[in-house]
């Protein structure tokens, strides 16, 4: 699969980022945005959907998808929920 080059090189980019403090910090005041996108888009990837493919598989169009894997985007537990299913996961919510 051509994906697991490109998120390899993102793993090296991503460590030599959060190598600087202040990114680090600011990522981590935003973890369970970029959790979330980070899942949607390593579980579509697995899944070899587009985003395309996935918005029409819950009804919504591909920007909503791309505003979700860009972690810019508030989803509601609804919308959250439609788009595990549609990846064959289940939403779970967990305060720990």
Not at 39 to 66: D, F, M, N, P, Y
């Amino acid at each position: 699969m051509r994906y697991i080059g490109c998120m390899e090189d993102f793993g090296k980019f991503k460590k030599r980022l959060l190598g600087d403090t202040e990114i680090r910090k600011s990522y981590e005041d935003l973890g369970p945005e970029f959790a979330i996108a980070q899942a949607v888009i390593e579980k579509r990837l697995e899944k070899g959907l587009t985003q395309l493919e996935l918005a029409k598989k819950i009804g919504t169009k591909q920007s909503a998808i791309s505003r979700l894997e860009s972690g810019s985007y508030n989803p509601s537990l609804n919308f959250l929920d439609k788009v595990a299913r549609a990846l064959g996961m289940r939403l779970i919510i967990n305060f720990s």
